[in-house]
């Protein structure tokens, strides 16, 4: 069935790196542009950065731009982050979401398949 | 950047009641709108999407509507699975903003 299975959550210290993964199976991997979403304990959901279906383009929200790199293997079929220079404000639960478009004429994104999140605590 | 704004934060309904959810944009996003579903510990679930299309699977007592800057999600008559939080979600433009989300509890 169509799965997306999030890793390489953990605890770092700010300052330090980390890189998630999220593995996609159960559809063409290559099709689907992708996003990573995160939520902090207790707050909303924020969205992240997002990667067209082939990865050449790539976006970034204001409070991860320059830090945060997104980035897939479509071979593979696996997306990632690569999670620089954190911060205690990045501390969340960050998942990975297939980005659906519906056209009817005119094209509608939304976020249709999401996986299970992987936990980022930052702390010294 | 595009902010949401959900009203209102919190509500109490009763099953089998009529729930009406908005979500206002700081400026026209047509009807670039998404509505989801999420309940502790899980990951969202669409609702609907473009305002006011019925996911695929998703009961029909879910229905959205709006367009420009204002939007509902109205459940027509509650059931026990639905409370849950609702967040609505643009994606007009990037960076694809979501409100703060709405509570939905049990009276």
């Known amino acids: 069935q169509v799965q997306l299975v999030e890793s390489g959550g953990g605890v770092v210290q700010p300052g330090r790196s980390l890189r998630l993964s999220c593995a996609a199976s159960?559809?063409?991997?290559?099709?689907?542009?992708m996003n990573w979403v995160r939520q902090a304990p207790g707050k909303g959901l924020e969205w992240v950065a997002v990667?067209?279906?082939?990865?050449?383009?790539?976006h970034y929200a204001d409070s991860v731009k320059g830090r945060f790199t997104i980035s897939r293997d479509n071979p593979k079929s696996t997306l990632f982050l690569q999670l620089n220079n954190l911060r205690a404000e990045d501390t969340a639960v960050y998942y990975c979401?297939?980005?659906?478009?519906?056209?009817?004429?005119?094209?509608?994104?939304?976020?249709?398949?999401w996986g299970k999140g992987t936990t980022v605590t930052v702390s010294s | 950047d595009i902010q949401m704004t959900q009203s209102p934060a919190s509500l109490s309904a009763s099953v089998g009641d009529r729930v009406t959810i908005t979500c206002r944009a700081s400026?026209?996003?047509?009807?670039?709108l998404n509505w989801y579903q999420q309940k502790p510990g899980i990951a969202p679930k669409v609702l609907i999407y473009?305002?006011?299309s019925l996911q695929s699977g998703v009961p029909s007592r879910f229905s959205g509507s709006g367009s420009g800057t204002d939007f509902t999600l109205t459940i027509s008559s509650l059931q026990r699975e639905d409370f849950a939080t609702y967040y609505c979600q643009q994606s007009h433009s990037i960076p694809y903003s979501f409100g703060q989300g709405t509570k939905l509890e049990i009276k």
């Open positions: 400026q026209t996003i047509s009807r670039y």
């Open positions: 990667i067209s279906d082939e990865g050449g383009d790539a």
């Open positions: 473009a305002t006011s």
């Open positions: 159960g559809f063409t991997f290559s099709s689907f542009g």
């Open positions: 979401a297939r980005r659906r478009n519906s056209c009817f004429p005119v094209c509608y994104y939304y976020m249709d398949v």
